[in-house]
């Protein structure tokens, strides 16, 4: 079974941009979690989708937002960049969202603002 | 952001020796979950715990869920080369707290041969 797959693995944006990146889940896993990891903050919970609606949030300003597909395929969306917005992101699949199930994640995004 | 507090922060011991480490939370736990993470690389789940009291073990790895479920602990056995690099502890409420991992800030090993 392929594991959860991240695209694309490294991103270079300027101040300003937006970026889009996606994740698709291992297959069966209906929910999708997102964070971020940077050395000072270590890995911090940004939102978690299933069937499509976002059911958690974490602190992040409104520049970060996200969205699931009906294949369960998710996509997190950062606008405005900004130089503190390079990290490495992370998503997380797992089969249902109930507490109890643990999370597999991707190898990440490592995105890059200048 | 709210975090764990895991310790030590790093580890440095000889091939061979056992090596422990631990998580404590000021929050209730439903699991606990333990991860390592490579340079470069998403974090790999190691072992999970869902019920207070449970010990568990995967090869040369062994994780126990504390009875308060506020806290929980990492040994490696006979360490190998292959064991370094930055161990994760995170803790995972129930849907009605938020649902979220909370992680620890990691514990990065090395293991000289």
């Known amino acids: 079974k392929a594991g959860v797959t991240q695209t694309p693995r490294y991103l270079i944006k300027t101040r300003g941009q937006q970026v889009t990146l996606s994740c698709s889940p291992i297959?069966?896993?209906?929910?999708v979690s997102w964070y971020q990891q940077t050395p000072g903050q270590g890995l911090q919970f940004l939102f978690e989708y299933f069937s499509e609606t976002q059911r958690n949030k974490g602190n992040f300003p409104g520049r970060f937002s996200g969205r699931q597909f009906s294949n369960s395929r998710s996509e997190m969306n950062v606008s405005t960049l900004e130089l503190g917005d390079s990290a490495l992101y992370l998503c997380?699949?797992?089969?249902?969202?109930?507490?109890?199930?643990?999370?597999?994640f991707g190898p990440g995004t490592r995105l890059t603002v200048l | 952001g709210q975090q764990l507090n895991q310790s030590p922060q790093s580890m440095f011991i000889q091939e061979g020796e056992d090596v422990s480490m631990n998580c404590t939370s000021s929050?209730?736990?439903?699991?606990w979950l333990w991860y390592k993470q490579d340079p470069g690389e998403g974090p790999v789940l190691l072992i999970a715990l869902y019920k207070a009291g449970e010990l568990t073990s995967n090869g040369r790895l062994t994780a126990q869920f504390g009875i308060t479920r506020k806290d929980s602990f990492l040994n490696i056995s006979a360490s190998i080369p292959s064991d370094v690099g930055i161990y994760f502890c995170?803790?995972?409420?129930?849907?009605?707290?938020?649902?979220?991992?909370?992680f620890g800030q990691g514990t990065e090993l090395s293991v000289k041969p």
């Open positions: 297959s069966g896993h209906r929910s």
């Open positions: 929050s209730i736990f439903n699991t």
């Open positions: 995170a803790g995972l409420g129930n849907y009605n707290q938020g649902g979220k991992l909370i």
């Open positions: 997380a699949s797992s089969f249902v969202w109930d507490g109890d199930n643990e999370q597999f």
